[in-house]
C-alpha cells in the first residue's frame, strides 16, 4: 500500500455473519440504447459499522444455490464512493456493477449470477454484504502526490472513489488526479456525465473511445503514449502512484506503453515499475 494510506480494516463480515444492507438507490449509468447495462448501486448499512477506504472491495453474497445445489460464490465489487458516504457523512456505498450477459453460439445468454442480481435489485431490498476486502489498492493521503489512474468501464469505480476523497478533503492539493478512461463510446462509459463537472486543476481527465462511428479506435495505451512526455515526467518521481483497475487483459497494453515511453525518454521501465512496487506505488486491479 502507499506509504501514506489510511490503514484499512478487512474480514470484518463473513458468509457466516454478512452485514445486512438496504438498496437505496439503483440507476443506469449507460445510455437506454447502449449495449451494455452498468448501473450505479448506493447499499445503506443503517446502523452497521461497516468501514471502507478508497480502493478496498464488499463480497455480494448471491441467494439461492447453483446447479449443484450448493450456495453460491461471493463475487467482489469495488467500492465506487468515498469512506464517508454518497454524500458526506452517510452510512451507505456505492458499487457501478456491469451486468454479465453473454449470447452464445446457439443463441441462448449466458448471464451472470452475482451482476444480474445486483444490476435487478429494487429500492428496499436487502443485500448480504461481506468483507471488506482489499489491503494494497489503497490512495495516498498525502496531497503532494500525484495518482495516474488508468481504467475501463467498472475499473473506473475506484476511481471514482479517489476523486471524490481528493474533492472532498483536499480540493487545493498540489498533486494532481490523472485519468486514462476507455470505454466504446461516451454512451457506455460510466460517470460521463458528471465527470465532465469535475474542475480540471483536480482531474486531467482522458477519456478514450474504441468504437466511434467514422473515427479510427482508440485504447486506453494508445492515448497514453499521446500523453508520454508527461507520463514519463510523472513516474520518474517518487511521489507519483499508478492505478490500473477493469478487465484482466488490460495490464498487457498499459505495461507495453509505459515501457515504450520509457524508451522514448531514456528511462527504463522495468526498474521504474520495480521500484513504484516497492514502494506500494504501483497497483493492477484486473478481473
Ligand atoms: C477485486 C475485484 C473487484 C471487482 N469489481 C467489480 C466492479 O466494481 N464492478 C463489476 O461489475 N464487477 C467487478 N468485479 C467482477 C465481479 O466480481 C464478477 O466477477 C462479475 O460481476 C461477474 O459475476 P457474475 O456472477 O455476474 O458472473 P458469473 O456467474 O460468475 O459468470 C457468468 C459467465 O460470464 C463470464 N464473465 C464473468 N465476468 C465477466 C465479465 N466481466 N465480462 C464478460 N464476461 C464475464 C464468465 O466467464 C461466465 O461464463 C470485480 C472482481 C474482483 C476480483
Known sequence: ?????????INLFDRKHPAKATVTGNFRLTAPDASCDIRHIILDLGATHFPVLEGQSIGIVPPGADANGRPHKVRLFSV????????????NLALTVKRVAEPQPDGSVERGVASNYVCDLKLGDMVDVIGP??????????PGTDVIMICTGTGSAPFRAFTERRRRT??????????FFGARSPA??????????????????????????DRA???????????SADLAGLIERDT???YVCGLRGMEGGVEASFRDICGEHGLDWIKIRARMRETGRYHVETY
Open 1 to 9: 500500500a502507499p506509504a501514506s494510506a489510511a490503514k484499512p480494516q
Open 80 to 91: 465506487a464512493s468515498p469512506r464517508d458516504g454518497e454524500r458526506p457523512n452517510t452510512n
Open 133 to 142: 476486502f482489499g489491503a494494497t489498492f489503497l490512495m495516498p493521503e498525502d
Open 170 to 179: 483536499m480540493p487545493s492539493a498540489a498533486g494532481k488526479l490523472y485519468l
Open 188 to 213: 457506455e462509459l460510466p460517470y460521463f456525465g458528471p465527470l465532465k463537472k469535475v474542475p480540471p486543476k483536480l482531474l486531467d481527465q482522458e477519456l478514450v473511445f474504441s468504437r466511434l462511428p
Open 217 to 227: 479506435k482508440e485504447y486506453v495505451q494508445d492515448r497514453m503514449r499521446k500523453r
Open 240 to 242: 507519483t502512484h499508478v
